[in-house]
Structures are given as C-alpha cells and as structure tokens.
T-cell receptor
C-alpha cells in the first residue's frame, strides 16, 4: 500500500528492544489523549488512551505516560516486534471541543 | 460484526467533477467525523457531526460538503471548488465526543 507519511520523523529499533515514541501536545486545556497506530494504506487503530487525571496507563506491551507540566505524551512499546512497524499518532481533545486533534506522526521501523 | 465502512477504497476523479465518498457505521455511534490526510502530515478535520441532521465545519471545510440524514451514514462530497482534492480521506465515529474514535480503512482520492 502507499505510504501515508513520506517525510515523518523515524525511529528505528531492533526487534526485541523497547521503543519510546514522544509527542508534544499543544493545548494545555486538553484532558483526553489517545495513541493510534496506522499501517500503510489503512485507517488508524486505537492503541491506548489516557485522561488528564492520570499520569500513566498500561496496556498489553504498551504504556502511555503523560506529563502535563511540559505538555508531553509518550508511548512505550515493550519487546518491539516487526508487526509494530507503522506510523504512530498522538491525538488530544478537551471536553466540550468538537473532535480529536492529531499530531504529525512518527514512523517506527523495527529491524529484524 | 460491528465497524465503520468506507467505500470505495480507491477513487479517481476528473478535474471539475464532484465526487461523493461513502461512510457507514453500525456501531450505533452518535458522533461521526471526516478527516483528510496528506503525506507527511497528521489528520486534519474536515467536518463533524454530533447527531443526526446536524453537522459542523472543521478546520479545512472549504470545497467539501456533508449530510447526516441517518445515524449510520455520513457521506462526504468533494466538490470542484476544492483546489487540491488528491488525498487520503478517513471517516471515523465515536459514541460521543471526547472518547475513542474508530476509523474506517480510508478512501484514496486521485484527481486525474
């Protein structure tokens, strides 16, 4: 499929290593955050979300960290696998606002 | 099974023609969205709808139109007024605002 992110920042990791993808969000009033994974030519898939009353949330092999002081969000993927190769987007929203606002994305490349 | 379906997957249009992209969901979600994605960029909001018979402009609504006559359906028309319509179009829905949005698989529109 055709790539959806030709000029994105790229993180290259070895299979089995941990990956950390970072995101700086723009609105200090945002209270809901999501990470999405997008494979080439497909729609984004939900990975994990977090609300502003938390600073950490864990899922299966993934952890999201939220630092409201510096408006920073990170996604940690443990034991990265080739199937994790994709573009990752963070998205933010504020209660009462219309829709999610997306960041520009980071491409994760997993080397076997 | 439940989901959100976009059709067609690929669409070609001649300059000066209007074209309509289909989006259907059977998730019983109230909110639906249209985003546009260009290479190297995140998703930008075109239109959104919180409820049947209501919709609002997003950040880049010029040259686009929508309707929401049924809860399940939120078609997007790309008009000849859209100056640069070639892009990947993504439809999404959510049970309400400020919750996880589920995405379709996208329609890639190319103007020839």
């Amino acid at each position: 499929g055709e790539s959806v992110g030709l000029h994105l920042p790229t993180l290259s990791v070895q299979e089995g290593d941990n990956s950390i993808i970072n995101c700086a969000y723009s609105n200090s009033a945002s209270d809901y955050f999501i990470w999405y994974k997008q494979e080439s030519g497909k729609g984004p898939q939900f990975i994990i979300d977090i609300r502003s009353n938390m600073d950490k949330r864990q899922g299966q092999r993934v952890t999201v960290l939220l630092n409201k002081t510096v408006k920073h969000l990170s996604l940690q993927i443990a034991a990265t696998q080739p199937g994790d190769s994709a573009v990752y987007f963070c998205a933010e929203n504020k209660t009462g606002r219309r829709a999610l606002t997306f960041g520009s994305g980071t491409r994760l490349q997993v080397q076997p | 099974d439940g989901g959100i379906t976009q059709s067609p997957k690929y669409l070609f249009r001649k300059e000066g023609q209007n074209v309509t992209l289909s989006c259907e969901q059977n998730l019983n979600h109230d909110a639906m969205y249209w985003y546009r994605q260009d290479p190297g960029q995140g998703l930008r909001l075109i239109y959104y709808s919180q409820i049947v018979n209501d919709f609002q402009k997003g950040d880049i609504a010029e040259g686009y139109s929508v309707s929401r006559e049924k809860k399940e359906s939120f078609p997007l028309t790309v008009t000849s007024a859209q100056k640069n319509p070639t892009a990947f179009y993504l439809c999404a829905s959510s049970i309400e605002q400020n919750t996880e949005a589920f995405f379709g698989q996208g329609t890639r529109l190319t103007v020839v």
